[in-house]
């Protein structure tokens, strides 16, 4: 067995153009990732973290806002832009 790491999409996106979809592939992807982000704060944890392309602070900062949560984005060492971690830290823990 293998210890090489292999990623890969679990299922494809037929949805996108590269598989005759009407979609962008990388709108797609985005919207993806920052729905799973809306779907994980509806929980209230605490504090939330996730990686995105920087272009979606400005979108992951109104989403805090609206669920009650500060935002923080550090850019990532090895490829800082392409991707940034964005944590939400919920406002009512923060404020002691």
């Known amino acids: 067995?293998?210890?090489?790491?292999?990623?890969?999409?679990?299922?494809?996106?037929?949805?996108?153009?590269?598989?005759?979809?009407?979609?962008?592939?990388?709108?797609?992807?985005?919207?993806?990732?920052?729905?799973?982000?809306?779907?994980?704060?509806?929980a209230k944890p605490k504090e939330y973290q996730v990686y995105d392309a920087p272009f979606m602070e400005k979108q992951y900062d109104l989403l805090a806002m609206h669920r009650g949560y500060l935002l923080t984005a550090e850019p990532w060492d090895e490829h800082p832009d392409e991707y940034a971690l964005f944590t939400f830290k919920r406002i009512e823990d923060s404020n002691g």
């Open 1 to 42: 067995m293998s210890e090489d790491a292999e990623y890969g999409l679990v299922m494809p996106f037929l949805c996108v153009q590269d598989h005759g979809g009407p979609l962008d592939p990388k709108a797609f992807v985005h919207g993806v990732r920052f729905g799973t982000a809306d779907c994980e704060l509806k």
